[in-house]
């Protein structure tokens, strides 16, 4: 690719001031930063061409040199054309690009990133966090309940109390990132760094590995606990169990456990929020007539109910504080909502039959009936 001129690179001109040159650079190298272009060998030669201008005309000397006598200018400098030094791009990398400077110091081995400056090892990793699926009755959700769980987890290994050394062994240096905790592989124009395999990350490794766990500190337990399951809890909702997850490695502070719940529906009663609600059958002479019912709750109580004169089916009732505790505050509840539905016998006695023909002939009957306005429904 022939050489472009810097400034029409970042496409600026040539009179431009360094935040101008600074805004251009930034654009260009997030536009085609190898990251956001894998595999792409014309984005890595336009990012490699920007970084190139940008370090020649953010540096006073350089750019007076080269806006004097060109590229010519720049033969002999220190880091001039055939070995071109980014120190100054990677100086101007937390103003040019915030977080993004470690990630762009991990490309180009070294520079302003906070991985580059603590020498790239890293500390001991928090255990990963676990999930368990628990399934409970719906009476369990709604006053709640405590449920023993098992299940099997990573802890730290009693023998070496997690950090994987043989008693009277230690830790000597990686031999494979010499301390670092981090290896660097070659591609083209950039060092590409990654965590070191060996001794992931912490630069050092076991001299004399523990028998009980092989050297990694850890071992498999098979765990039992109890789970309280609070009132009011709602399907879906989960349960955090902070250090009950799994142990990390070299010594790391435990992940957490998450209960998930699953709530059984329920035979008779649906929920909506804290409130409850059923169908309570009547007969057509209670519907008529009116009378006193008893109505079973959640909690296996009944509670009197008054169905009125004239009850029509689909009626609704509502009967206070008969429904779910509210889960961040038990002392309220909801309330249990009763549909009324008129049961119409199927099958009727002689007897039966002669009092209704009775009861319709006094009554009267509609032969022709309108329909029912919907503003009534």
């Known amino acids: 690719m022939a050489k ?21 650079y930034r654009k260009l190298a997030v536009k085609y930063h190898p990251d956001k272009n894998p595999g792409d060998k014309q984005a890595e030669d336009r990012f490699k061409e920007a970084t190139e201008a940008y370090e020649v005309l953010s540096n006073d000397q350089k750019r007076q040199a080269y806006d004097q006598f060109g590229f010519a200018g720049l033969e002999g400098m220190a880091g001039g054309q055939s070995g071109h030094d980014y120190s100054s791009v990677f100086r101007d990398f937390d103003d040019l690009f915030g977080d993004f400077s ?16 603590s020498g790239g090892r890293s500390q001991p990793k928090r255990g990963a966090d676990l999930r368990y699926d628990l399934e409970i009755p719906f009476k369990d959700a709604a006053f709640g309940t405590k449920v023993e769980v098992s299940y099997t987890r990573s802890v730290h290994c009693e023998g070496c109390k997690g950090s ?33 395999p060996t001794c992931q990350g912490q630069g050092t490794v076991v001299e004399r590995p523990c028998k009980s766990c092989g050297g990694n500190g850890l071992q498999k337990k098979h765990q039992r606990i109890k789970v309280t399951i609070p009132p009011g809890i709602e399907d879906g909702k989960r349960i955090s169990i902070p250090g009950q997850g799994e142990a ?40 008529t007539l009116g009378a006193e019912i008893l109505v079973p709750t959640l909690e296996d ?13 689909g009626k609704m009732m509502r ?16 309330d249990l909502y009763i549909k009324v539905q008129v049961d119409v016998p199927k099958k009727i006695s002689s007897k039966s039959k002669e009092l209704l023909e009775e009861f319709a002939r006094i009554e009267g009957q509609v032969n022709s009936p309108q329909p029912v306005p919907l503003k009534e429904l």
């Open 248 to 287: 990390g490695p070299q010594g790391g502070k435990e992940g957490d456990l998450y209960v998930f719940i699953h709530v059984q529906p329920h035979q008779f009663y649906e929920r909506d929020g804290a409130d409850l609600y059923c169908v309570i059958p009547i007969d057509i002479v209670q519907a």
């Open 319 to 334: 009967l206070k504080n008969e429904g779910i505790p509210y889960l961040n505050n038990p002392s309220r509840r909801g």
């Open 102 to 117: 470690s990630i762009f110091g991990s490309f180009f081995g070294g520079g302003g990133g906070s991985r580059g400056r």
């Open 4 to 24: 472009r001129d810097y400034y029409e690179v970042l496409g600026i001109t040539k009179g431009a001031p360094k935040d101008e040159i600074k805004k251009a």
């Open 301 to 313: 109580k009944k509670v009197k109910v008054k169905i009125a004169p004239g009850t029509q089916n």
């Open 164 to 196: 994987g050394e043989e008693s009277g062994s230690g830790r000597k240096t990686c031999p494979t990132c010499g301390g670092n905790g981090q290896v660097r592989q070659a591609s083209g124009f950039f060092s590409i760094a990654s965590v070191c």
